[in-house]
Each structure stands twice: as structure tokens, then as C-alpha cells.
């Protein structure tokens, strides 16, 4: 063989071996850093970002490596998506990594949360492939462990919407009755006290006189004027109507033996002009228009009635019209109707729920906490009133608080399908939806509840199940209960989740949880053991949760 081409296959062969055909030496661990480290739980996702230094002459110029990102736990593993990049020989569109200087890439990762994540650890896989030869480096570890704080949001937890009854204990009823006058006249008629409007004003109040459930709060007389004739004599005519009017009044209830009517009170309007405001927009005078233009034009009351009296064209209707309407004295009797007492729904329901009203039986339902006792006032109003969405949806808001979810979705359903329009229904069939993470279907269903109390609750931890924390405290607002309380521990709000797990009318095991996660980020340990010893008192599996939690990491739970 010639020399020369001996000495030129030998010189390629050692370029190829150390420019080009050399393979990749193993990665190591120090190459990359994780953020956060360890991940976190954001929503039911588990994201993070890996990011790798390559150090100059490492990364071969032809070699193209593909790193798959893998959890491995509890004998398992689940792989991220794979992220490729490449040597400045390679022809291809992934990021390039410099031979001789070196580079810098970042791989996104994320999970689907697994409760058995929180023990892990956090590897990466390597293929590298080189021309037309493929080989695989060894894995190399870049975290342990995955902190699921925010794996405790509890749609579940939620209060679902209950819809409201319209029992009023106490309802105010109003009778009232005109004594009309004759123009320039002050003295009542006797035509005017046999009205039927009259005559049903004093059995009103002698029925309610009479009657133990009802009380005469109070009795009004207004006495009123017709604009014309001016305000001196109007103000002397409005003034004698009332006069005349309350002893009129005054002497019927001393003769029908009332004596206890509240307030008997009485005032006059010289001049009615809104009351003939009132009654020409409603009238059919041709001209009404520029009646209604003169009085927003003049405010002086004189000058007023000048300025209609000269419209001669239909003066003369409303003397004839209008005018008339305006000149009386108006009694009004305020009486309160009072309804069954507590104690009288409750026996009354045991005794014999058909003499309830609907209305008196979701009553019925509010007047206890023990949730047993709620299921059945429900399960009856269902039976007695089949047709009144209400008490599917609030038998529904029972069985969802004893955790019988598919019971409950189908009351709600039901709730719904009587009448669709209920927001208390849509908001709980979201929240089923959120439960069962359909958060297209919970989004759908929240819209169609706006107005309705308990919605803030369920759209904080519909965006805090997103791991979008900011909106999620803004949904929840003031809320005191354990979800608005871990949005703002995620969201670092440490003073403002202290007050809202100390507002929480109903404390359980979750709220001791999140107060001893508290104490953690703040590296208060009485805090910890306090809150986690009653938290494990409550809820026995709150231990092994406390043991496996990286937010303990830093003490030592031996005592437990």
C-alpha cells in the first residue's frame, strides 16, 4: 500500500475518533438542577423545569441525545415527554449543544399527580444515537420526592348550595282606604265612611284585633290637596283633612274597642303635584306632554298653576279628570302577620307533616345540624311536594355532605330537570363535576349559578384544583375554610391563612393539617407537633400522611 494513503486512512481514522465517532461519556447528577427541588403538586399536575449545564468538549458533534424524564415510585414509573438535542454536526432542528464551549438546555416536566409520588425520585433516562449506531447511558438521579400540598384541595369538602325556603316568621301586610272631598271642603261625607274600601279597612282591623297572630304595628293617615287654588289655602285644606281624617279614625277604634295599635301617626301635602305627575303621564290627555313639559320646566308651585291654568285647552279636563283624584285623606294600617314559632313547625312536622307548607318544611330542615334529621325533612317535603325542585336539591346537599355522591348527582339532577333555571342546582352538579375532575363540565355548569352564595367556595377551589392560586383567593374572598386557607399557604400568604384557619367555625383534621404545614414554612415547631398531634387524634391516618410529608422534612415526627 502506498505510504502516503496509509498514513491518511490512519490520520482520518483517529480525526473521526476524536472529532466525530467518539461516543458520549456518562452524565452526571451535577450537570442538571431542578426547579423546584423537590416538585411540587400545582393542581393535580406535578410541573417542573430541569435544567442542564453541559460542560465544554463533552457533548459529541455528531451525536444526538434524547432525554426522557422519569418518576420513579413505589416499584413504578411514569415518563414525561421526551426532549432531544443535538451535536453541531447533526443535521436537525433541536437545540444545539457546542463542542467546544458547551451549553446550557432546559427540559420541561410534568406528571399526572399519583399520591404515591411523594416518595419518589426523579431520573433521567439517556439514548443517544450517533450515525447509524443507537446506545443507551446510564440513568442519572436529579430529585427526590414530590412535595402534595396542594394535592389536599377537597372538592368534596365544599358546601354544596342549598335552596332556600320563603318562610317568614313574621310578614307585614298593608290596608288602606281613600276619603275623598269635595273641592274647598275639609269635612268628611258620610257617603265616603260606607265605601267598600272602607268597610274592608275596619274588619281588617278588628280581625286582627282579635286575632293572636296578628299585630296592628302601626296607623297612618296622609292627607293631600289638589295643586290648584294656591298654597295658602291648599296648605289650611290639606291641613283640616287630616285633622278631620285622624278624628275620624281615632274615634271608630275607641268604638270597635281597639286599643293596641302601635303608632297612630298623621301628616298632610299642601300641594299634590306629584301625584298629578303621576296621574296625567297616565292619563289620556291629548295634551299630557306639555303638561308634563310645564312642570319640568317650573319649580315654583305658583307659577306652576299659572302656567297650566293658562293651557285653557284642557284646563277644564283636568278639573274634570285629574284634578278631582287629588283632594283626600289616604288611612293605611300596617299589621304583621305572625307565623308558627320553631317549636310549632318541629312538633307539627313529628305530629303531622301534611299540615305543613312546603315552605315550612325546607324551614323545617334548617332548624337542625344533625344531618340524619335533614335527610329525612327532605326526603318527606319529596314525598308531600314532588314538583318543588328544592327539596330534591337539598336532600341532595345531604346525601353530597355524607359523601353519597351518586345519590346526591342524581337529586341534583333531578332538581335541575324540574327547573332548570335553578342556580342552586347547576352549582351542585358542577361541584359533582369538580369532584370527578371534569372541570370542562363544572366550568359549564358555575356559569349557569351566578348569584348564588355558596358559589364563591366552589370556584376558589375549582381554580385552586388548577393551581391557578391567586384567582383562587379571589374567589374565595373572606371564606374561612380549609381550601381558602391552603390557596393562601400556596400562595405564600402565611399571616392571612393563620386567620382563616383560625375562623373556621368547624375545625377537623385537614384544618390541624394545614395549621402544622404552616408552622412548618414558618419553622415554628410547636406549631407542628401541636396541631399535628390533634390532627392525627382526629384523623389516625393524618400519621403516615405526616411521615411521608417533605413539608416535615425538617423535623422529626419519631413521637408520633
Not at 115 to 131: A, I
Not at 382 to 387: D, R
Not at 402 to 419: G, M, N, S, V
Request: some cysteine; proline content about 4%.
Amino acid at each position: 500500500m502506498n505510504s502516503k494513503l496509509c498514513y491518511s486512512l490512519i490520520l482520518g481514522s483517529a480525526l473521526l475518533l476524536t472529532g466525530c465517532g467518539k461516543k458520549m461519556n456518562q452524565f452526571k447528577a451535577d450537570y442538571f438542577s431542578v426547579n423546584p427541588n423537590p416538585l411540587e403538586v400545582v393542581g393535580d399536575k406535578v410541573p417542573g423545569t430541569v435544567t442542564g449545564n453541559i460542560p465544554a468538549k463533552f457533548f459529541q458533534k455528531n451525536a444526538e441525545v434524547t432525554v426522557t424524564p422519569y418518576l420513579e415510585f413505589d416499584g413504578m414509573e411514569v415518563a414525561s415527554a421526551p426532549y432531544t438535542f443535538q451535536g453541531e454536526k447533526v443535521r436537525g432542528n433541536n437545540p444545539v449543544i457546542n463542542y467546544e464551549n458547551g451549553g446550557t438546555v432546559t427540559i420541561p416536566v410534568q406528571y399526572v399527580y399519583n399520591p404515591e409520588m411523594r416518595n419518589s425520585q426523579l431520573l433521567l433516562s439517556f439514548t443517544v444515537r450517533q450515525g447509524n449506531k443507537q446506545y443507551v447511558l446510564p440513568r442519572v438521579k436529579v430529585a427526590d420526592g414530590v412535595v402534595a400540598t396542594a394535592a389536599l384541595a377537597d372538592a368534596g369538602s365544599v358546601s354544596p348550595a342549598i335552596a332556600p325556603d320563603k318562610f317568614q316568621r313574621i310578614i307585614n301586610e298593608k290596608f288602606d282606604a281613600d276619603i275623598k272631598f269635595l273641592i274647598n271642603q275639609a269635612n268628611i261625607r258620610d257617603g265616603e265612611l260606607r265605601t267598600r274600601q272602607m268597610q274592608d279597612l275596619h274588619e281588617e282591623l278588628a280581625q286582627a284585633n282579635d286575632d293572636g297572630r296578628r299585630e296592628i304595628k302601626e296607623i297612618n293617615v296622609t292627607s293631600y290637596a289638589s295643586p290648584d287654588g294656591g298654597v295658602e289655602l291648599n296648605t289650611k285644606l290639606a291641613e283640616n283633612r287630616e285633622k278631620n281624617t285622624l278624628g275620624y279614625v281615632e274615634k271608630k277604634l275607641k268604638k270597635d274597642h281597639i286599643t293596641d295599635f302601635g303608632e297612630l301617626t298623621a301628616d298632610f301635602t299642601p300641594q299634590d303635584w306629584e301625584g298629578f305627575k303621576t296621574l296625567v303621564a297616565a292619563s289620556n290627555i291629548q295634551d299630557k306632554e306639555l303638561i308634563l313639559s310645564v312642570l319640568s320646566m317650573y319649580k315654583d308651585p305658583e307659577q306652576r298653576e299659572r302656567e297650566i291654568r293658562n293651557l285653557s285647552s284642557v284646563f277644564d279636563q283636568l278639573a274634570e279628570e285629574i284634578l278631582p283624584q287629588l283632594r283626600y285623606s289616604r288611612i293605611t294600617a300596617s299589621i304583621d302577620v305572625i307565623g308558627k314559632s320553631d317549636e310549632e313547625i318541629m312538633n307539627i312536622y313529628l305530629m303531622n307533616p301534611k299540615a305543613l307548607s312546603v315552605d315550612e318544611i325546607l324551614y323545617a330542615g334548617t332548624l337542625t345540624d344533625d344531618n340524619d334529621k335533614r335527610l329525612q325533612i327532605y326526603d318527606t317535603a319529596i314525598s308531600l311536594y314532588p314538583k318543588d325542585y328544592r327539596a330534591y336539591n337539598n336532600l341532595g346537599m345531604c346525601q353530597f355532605i355524607d359523601k353519597d355522591y351518586e345519590a346526591a348527582a342524581a337529586c341534583f339532577e333531578q332538581a335541575a330537570k324540574i327547573d332548570p333555571n335553578s342556580g342552586e342546582a347547576q352549582m351542585n352538579l358542577g361541584l359533582v363535576s369538580l369532584l370527578n375532575n371534569n372541570y370542562k363540565d363544572a366550568t359549564a355548569k358555575f356559569g349557569n349559578a351566578s348569584g348564588v352564595p355558596e358559589l364563591a367556595d366552589a370556584l376558589g377551589t375549582y381554580y385552586l384544583k388548577q393551581g391557578d392560586y391567586n384567582s383562587a383567593i379571589r374567589a374565595f374572598g373572606d371564606s374561612k375554610s380549609n381550601n381558602a386557607a391552603l390557596a393562601q399557604i400556596l400562595n405564600k400568604d402565611y399571616s392571612k391563612a393563620k386567620t382563616t384557619l383560625g375562623g373556621i367555625r368547624n375545625p377537623d383534621a385537614t384544618t390541624f393539617y394545614l395549621t402544622a404545614i404552616l408552622g412548618a414554612r414558618t419553622n415554628n415547631e410547636n406549631m407542628v407537633m401541636n396541631n399535628l398531634r390533634t390532627a392525627i387524634k382526629l384523623d389516625s391516618k393524618m400519621k403516615d400522611k405526616a411521615k411521608s410529608d417533605l413539608e416535615f422534612s425538617k423535623f422529626d415526627l419519631g413521637i408520633f
